[in-house]
T-cell receptor, first 113, second 113 residues
Framework: AQSVTQPDIHITVSEGASLELRCNYS??????LFWYVQSPGQGLQLLLK??????LVQGIKGFEAEFKRSQSSFNLRKPSVHWSDAAEYFC???????????FGGGTRLMVKP | DTGVSQNPRHKITKRGQNVTFRCDPI?????LYWYRQTLGQGPEFLTY????????KSRLLSDRFSAERPKGSFSTLEIQRTEQGDSAMYLC???????????FGQGTRLTVV
């Protein structure tokens, strides 16, 4: 069965510190991969996506993610976290037909001043 | 604003009542998706339209749920005889014909009391 796992439910980092959010997927073939961010009571905003090619992808708000086929991972990183980054982050995978996303359970990021 | 629009944003209903939600996708997007998100979880796929055709339905979509997209533009999601377990955020997303990147609306939060 297709699945996406985000091992960390909560992460707390200090403002200005670096951040890495983990994501692992289990799919028959390499899926399309996405990271979304959700503020409380809001919809999902796309941060970045990986379809093919360069395994390091850049996104909005200074985020980047690296696709590692050997580890079935697509971890999200940011060199220096801002207080406004506090939110819930979701990793998602999509089959090549593009007809549905499978989401991980999310990681809630808290930022200490 | 040309994003995905969902109405209402919040709905409180008594158990057993019927509710209907509306989604207006981005105008040039022919694919439309509905997801459900319960508290503390990632979104789960419910159903998918390409133009007016409903092409896929999740097993989560019980007989009490029905979705339509009559002219391939806006979509409605109806829940009949609501139950407390239906309380969730209902998210709508749309995507372009050839692309696979989905854009999400703000969601409709349903509370069944």
């Amino acid at each position: 069965a297709q699945s996406v796992t985000q091992p960390d439910i909560h992460i707390t980092v200090s403002e200005g510190a670096s951040l890495e959010l983990r994501c692992n997927y289990s799919y028959g073939a390499t899926p399309y991969l996405f990271w979304y961010v959700q503020s409380p009571g809001q919809g999902l905003q796309l941060l970045l996506k990986y379809f093919s090619g360069d395994t390091l992808v850049q996104g909005i708000k200074g985020f980047e993610a690296e696709f590692k086929r050997s580890q079935s991972s697509f971890n999200l990183r940011k060199p220096s976290v801002h207080w406004s980054d506090a939110a819930e982050y979701f990793c998602a995978a999509q089959n090549n037909a593009g007809n549905m996303l499978t989401f991980g359970g999310g990681t809630r990021l808290m930022v200490k001043p | 604003d040309t994003g995905v629009s969902q109405n209402p944003r919040h709905k409180i209903t008594k158990r057993g009542q019927n509710v209907t939600f509306r989604c207006d996708p981005i105008s040039e997007h022919n694919r439309l998706y509905w997801y459900r998100q319960t508290l503390g979880q990632g979104p789960e796929f419910l159903t998918y339209f390409q133009n007016e055709a409903q092409l896929e339905k999740s097993r989560l979509l019980s007989d009490r749920f029905s979705a339509e997209r009559p002219k391939g533009s806006f979509s409605t999601l109806e829940i009949q005889r609501t139950e407390q377990g239906d309380s969730a955020m209902y998210l709508c997303a749309s995507s372009r014909p050839q692309g696979t990147e989905a854009f999400f609306g703000q969601g409709t939060r349903l509370t069944v009391v």
